[in-house]
């Protein structure tokens, strides 16, 4: 899967503490290389593009299913008030 997104204006320190705080707990769950094959986030002026490669329909459920039990869960709800998707 690949998406695009711009930051808010003001939110991209914010939205990249997120997705760093996020890559590790899928790293603290194991996810790297069991799931997810590819987990990137590409930078480009004014916002990122993310990559997520999982490795069979199972292992993104099993993705999905980690990212709920999230302990700051309400963070990434909160991620995309500091976002607009472009793709």
């Given at each position: ?17 997120t ?64 976002i607009?998707?472009?793709?």
């Open positions: 899967m690949s998406f695009s997104y711009r930051y808010k204006e003001g939110k991209e320190a914010e939205v990249q503490r997705l760093s705080q996020i890559a590790q707990y899928y790293a603290d769950m194991g996810e790297f290389g069991t799931l997810l094959q590819s987990f990137e986030y590409r930078p480009f002026e004014g916002g990122y593009s993310a990559i997520e490669v999982f490795t069979d329909a199972r292992a993104f459920e099993i993705h999905v299913n980690n990212t709920f039990l999230y302990p700051d869960f309400a963070s990434l709800v909160d991620l995309e008030n500091n607009d998707t472009i793709s």
